[in-house]
Nanobody, 118 residues
């Protein structure tokens, strides 16, 4: 069983920055952080992909965050980061860390709130 723990959310003014972290733990095996990613869900909206690392050093981003957000990972720390710059009020949402699970339900973190004020 793998647990994902996010941190780094908060309240920031438009134009500001935040860095989210997601630590994966709980497995007796080395955790492969490839394919991990970040989703977000704004109030009244469906959960949407923000960024992910499919593997091989590649990254995918939602069009709305390209050029402003950067996803990265540290395998030694089992940690994935989301650097968010030039934040906009429309980035306000609960941000979730995600890890696919080929043997069962995917893993999700508990979520961290990001609020961007105008």
């Amino acid at each position: 069983q793998v647990q994902l723990t996010e941190s780094g959310g908060g309240l920031v003014q438009a134009g500001g920055s935040l860095r989210l972290s997601c630590v994966a733990s709980g497995s007796i095996f080395s955790i492969n952080i490839n394919a991990m990613g970040w989703y977000r869900q704004a109030a009244g909206s469906q959960r949407e992909l923000v960024a992910r690392m499919p593997g091989g050093g590649s990254t995918n981003y939602a069009d709305s965050v390209k050029g402003r957000f950067t996803i990265s990972g540290d395998s030694a720390k089992n940690t994935v980061y989301l650097q968010m710059n030039s934040l906009k009020p429309e980035d306000t949402a609960v941000y979730y860390c995600h890890k696919p699970n080929p043997w069962g339900p995917d893993y999700w973190g508990q979520g961290t709130q990001v609020t961007v004020s105008a």
